[in-house]
């Protein structure tokens, strides 16, 4: 079957670094896409990996190894209006997004 | 600024009744996602779209929902007869295939059925 694995609850503190992590099997492989959701809204789109590496975007990373089906969201310098959910999606051979449960963040002074 | 437009963003209605939730998705977007969201089961995908047909609606109740998009601007989502376990939040996304931008999610419909 079809997984996204990536922690429920994770708490860090405002201008400290979190890494997310989320490791997947799925049916076939085109990307691997993070979503933040804060409460009460939609999902809107953080980044997108579909090499091996890091991929950069201000104050958000986000890395991919394909051969260990695993990424993780890099937060640099918390803020508060960071404490969301993060959503990791795989977008499978049929360009369907597998979705995981998503993680919230907790951010503290 | 594109958007996925959703209505309406809230509906209560009573048990037994007829719900349709409506979406226009970004123009030139061919695929369309219904998801279904709640706190104990996350992001369900409900439909999938592209070029106007259905992929897969494997997630979705087929006696009581049903999804359709009668043109490229209007995606729909129908729940007859609605019932208390059908509260939720339904969202509509769009985008395209292969691009790396990510798909644009609509406000959502929050739905309550007493």
């Known amino acids: 079957g079809q997984n996204i694995d990536q922690p429920t609850e994770m708490t860090a503190t405002e201008g400290a670094i979190v890494q997310i992590n989320c490791t997947y099997q799925t049916s076939g492989f085109n990307g691997l896409f993070w979503y933040q959701q804060h409460a009460g809204e939609a999902p809107t789109f953080l980044s997108y990996?579909?090499l091996d590496g890091l991929e950069e975007k201000g104050r958000f990373s986000s890395f991919l190894s394909r051969s260990k089906g695993y990424s993780y969201l890099l937060l640099k310098e918390l803020q508060m209006k960071d404490s969301a959910s993060y959503l990791c999606?795989?977008?499978?051979?049929?360009?369907?997004?597998?979705w995981g449960a998503g993680t919230k963040l907790i951010i503290k002074p | 600024d594109a958007r996925v437009t959703q209505t309406p963003r809230h509906k209560v209605t009573e048990m037994g009744q007829e719900v349709t939730m409506r979406c226009q998705p970004i123009l030139g977007h061919n695929t369309v996602f219904w998801y279904r969201q709640t706190m104990m089961q996350g992001l369900e995908l409900l439909a999938y779209f592209r070029n106007r047909a259905p992929l897969d609606d494997s997630g979705m109740p087929k006696d009581r929902f049903s999804a359709e998009m009668p043109d490229a601007t209007l995606a729909t989502l129908k729940i007859q007869p609605s019932e208390p376990r059908d509260s939720a939040v339904y969202f509509c996304?769009?985008?395209?295939?292969?691009?790396?931008?990510?798909?644009?999610f609509g406000s959502g419909t929050r739905l309550t059925v007493v």
């Open positions: 999606a795989v977008r499978d051979s049929n360009y369907q997004l597998i």
């Open positions: 996304a769009s985008g395209a295939p292969g691009q790396h931008y990510g798909y644009t």
């Open positions: 990996n579909v």
